[in-house]
Nanobody, 121 residues
């Protein structure tokens, strides 16, 4: 599984951005977005199953972010609305062959390169 993320950048607080994660190679059971802010641990953002499109979100982004997938384009998206300065981080897409909505969260074996999202106040 190969993952290529795109769509980061600089946006003002209250604005929106859409991240894309193009997948290639072997398909995974599910995909997720994580983020890591400077000096902080990596944080789970959202996950989606590839077949049914079921989703789960981290508490800090519920109601503002939406994860989706386009099976034909083999792409996973993260629509980020009502962005806050605390959303500033490097965002990573990841894939797993396990059930990605499970608790505890399964191991993600495949990672894309990180992309920077900066939200100015």
């Amino acid at each position: 599984v190969q993952l290529q993320a795109s769509g980061g950048g600089l946006v003002q607080a209250g604005g929106s951005l859409r991240l894309s994660c193009a997948t290639s190679g072997r398909s995974a059971s599910g995909y997720a977005w994580f983020r890591q802010a400077p000096g902080k641990e990596r944080e789970f953002v959202a996950a989606i199953t590839w077949s049914g499109g079921s989703t789960r979100y981290g508490d800090s982004v519920k109601g503002r972010f939406t994860i989706s997938r386009d099976n034909a384009k083999k792409t996973v998206y993260l629509q980020m609305n009502s962005l806050k300065p605390e959303d500033t981080a490097v965002y990573y897409c990841a894939a797993s062959q396990s059930y990605v909505l499970a608790i505890p969260r399964p191991r993600f074996d495949y990672w894309g390169q990180g992309i920077l999202v900066t939200v100015s106040s």
